[in-house]
């Protein structure tokens, strides 16, 4: 299995050749096998910068600080260092904040909002000469971005108070069609997914790998779940089930580390859920670890058949057949919404888009698998 080594290096790659998306999807998983690197985190705050997630990479960057005050910032964008600074000095780190302010200052001499905090933490130094009549600052400059501290395990961070997020979607992977003017959500997933049957031959699927048929075993479990309540029985997880269940649920927990008060929810199976289906289980697995369970939030009212072979839904239709049941766990809080393979990912965007018009403050979309594009 690749080290760390391996996907920070394939990160730095895709950064310095600007797909910022691609390398976003490599530091995510060498967090996981490293948790506590300052450079990955710092390396990750520069994709989603280029991607306009100016807060999340402030966040970033402040947990690579917190790691190791000594970072050299590779950020060129003042609004980043800006709020940098803010959350410095609310987590009471009032030397580098002195520190930022005069690196920043050097970089951005006439940015005025860097010029005021210099004003204030360094007086007795000379300033930059005062802006021109004529500078104009750009959107840019003014835009203020407020983020959450979270926190992180290492010892210099701990719980800090919480400060208002403005709603924005924690995207990784895949474009949203239906997204409107807001940017293309992205779905992060564990491997490519690639389905056992043949859809052309009805054959064996020669690509089907490992991974993939881990996967499906999990799945396996909702068809048992089924078959039991036809039989009017109870279908009982096997030693096996538990095996697989708890696998992905310590694959995906390194990734929710950053996160707290998080709330996990599943999109819910293509028939009406009569006994907890194998995602389900996973999710309910981590919320054993200090999360909150809403794996009962998104209900599927009634039964739907899948419309296509290869699992395909109609976003629109799917976002119909879909109801929040409980809205107030999920007012103010990120949410976790969790999938087991992600196709077109019109389910994973009709529950994100349902999560977020009821309150929920951001949506982390994931799937176990990604049906890959070469999959038959």
Same mark, same amino acid.
């Given at each position: 299995?690749?080290?760390?080594?391996?996907?920070?290096?394939?990160?730095?790659?895709?950064?310095?050749?600007?797909?910022?998306?691609?390398?976003?999807?490599?530091?995510?998983?060498?967090?996981?096998?490293?948790?506590?690197?300052?450079?990955?985190?710092?390396?990750?705050?520069? %994709?989603?910068?280029?991607?306009?997630?100016?807060?999340?990479?402030? +966040?970033?960057?402040?947990? @690579?600080?917190?790691?190791?005050?000594?970072?050299?910032? &590779? %950020?060129?964008?003042?609004?980043?260092?800006?709020?940098?600074?803010?959350?410095?000095?609310?987590?009471?780190?009032?030397?580098?904040?002195?520190?930022?302010?005069?690196? @920043?200052?050097? +970089?951005?001499?006439?940015?005025?909002?860097?010029?005021?905090?210099?004003?204030?933490?360094?007086?007795?130094?000379?300033?930059?000469?005062?802006?021109?009549?004529?500078?104009?600052?750009?959107?840019?400059?003014? &835009? +203020?971005?407020?983020v959450e501290v979270q926190s992180v395990h290492h010892p210099r961070a701990e719980p800090q108070k919480r400060i208002e997020p403005e709603p924005e979607s924690v995207d990784v992977l895949s474009s949203d069609p239906h997204s409107g003017s807001h940017p293309a959500p992205d779905v992060l997933f564990l491997y490519d997914y690639y389905p056992k049957k043949d859809r052309f031959t009805s054959g064996i699927n020669p690509k089907h790998d490992f991974n993939s048929s881990r996967i499906l075993n999990l799945k396996s479990i909702d068809t048992k779940n089924e078959? @039991?309540?036809?039989?009017?029985?109870?279908?009982?997880?096997?030693?096996?089930?538990?095996?697989?269940?708890?696998?992905?649920?310590?694959?995906?927990?390194?990734?929710?580390?950053?996160?707290?008060?998080?709330?996990?929810?599943?999109?819910?199976? %293509?028939?009406?859920?009569?006994?907890?289906?194998?995602?389900?289980?996973?999710?309910?697995?981590?919320?054993?670890?200090?999360?909150?369970? $809403?794996?009962?939030?998104?209900?599927?009212?009634?039964?739907?058949?899948?419309?296509?072979?290869? $699992?395909? +839904?109609?976003?629109?239709?799917?976002?119909? @057949?879909?109801?929040?049941?409980?809205?107030?766990?999920?007012?103010?809080?990120?949410?976790?919404?969790?999938?087991?393979? &992600?196709?077109? $990912?019109?389910?994973?965007?009709?529950?994100?888009?349902?999560?977020?018009?009821?309150?929920?403050?951001?949506?982390?979309?994931?799937?176990?698998?990604?049906?890959?594009?070469? %999959?038959?």
């Amino acid at each position: 299995m690749p080290d760390w080594e391996f996907y920070f290096e394939n990160g730095k790659t895709f950064n310095r050749s600007g797909n910022y998306k691609e390398a976003l999807y490599f530091f995510y998983i060498a967090l996981t096998k490293k948790p506590q690197d300052a450079d990955t985190y710092n390396e990750r705050a520069f %994709s989603l910068e280029h991607l306009g997630r100016l807060d999340e990479a402030c +966040r970033d960057l402040f947990f @690579a600080f917190c790691i190791n005050p000594h970072l050299h910032i &590779k %950020s060129d964008n003042p609004v980043v260092w800006i709020n940098l600074c803010t959350l410095l000095e609310e987590h009471g780190d009032f030397g580098l904040v002195k520190k930022l302010i005069n690196i @920043a200052t050097g +970089r951005f001499p006439e940015n005025e909002e860097l010029l005021e905090q210099r004003a204030r933490f360094l007086p007795d130094q000379i300033q930059p000469k005062n802006v021109p009549e004529t500078h104009r600052e750009s959107p840019l400059d003014k &835009k +203020r971005i407020v983020v959450e501290v979270q926190s992180v395990h290492h010892p210099r961070a701990e719980p800090q108070k919480r400060i208002e997020p403005e709603p924005e979607s924690v995207d990784v992977l895949s474009s949203d069609p239906h997204s409107g003017s807001h940017p293309a959500p992205d779905v992060l997933f564990l491997y490519d997914y690639y389905p056992k049957k043949d859809r052309f031959t009805s054959g064996i699927n020669p690509k089907h790998d490992f991974n993939s048929s881990r996967i499906l075993n999990l799945k396996s479990i909702d068809t048992k779940n089924e078959a @039991a309540a036809r039989a009017n029985k109870k279908y009982v997880l096997s030693k096996l089930d538990m095996n697989r269940i708890t696998f992905f649920a310590e694959h995906i927990e390194p990734i929710l580390q950053p996160y707290t008060d998080l709330v996990i929810c599943v999109v819910p199976k %293509s028939k009406k859920a009569r006994e907890p289906s194998g995602i389900r289980m996973v999710a309910q697995k981590l919320c054993e670890n200090h999360h909150i369970d $809403g794996t009962d939030i998104i209900d599927r009212p009634v039964d739907r058949e899948l419309r296509h072979l290869d $699992g395909n +839904r109609d976003y629109h239709e799917e976002l119909a @057949a879909l109801r929040i049941t409980d809205s107030n766990r999920i007012q103010g809080k990120t949410v976790f919404l969790l999938d087991d393979v &992600k196709t077109q $990912g019109n389910s994973l965007l009709a529950g994100q888009e349902l999560l977020v018009s009821n309150g929920a403050l951001q949506v982390i979309m994931f799937a176990l698998g990604k049906t890959s594009s070469g %999959s038959w």
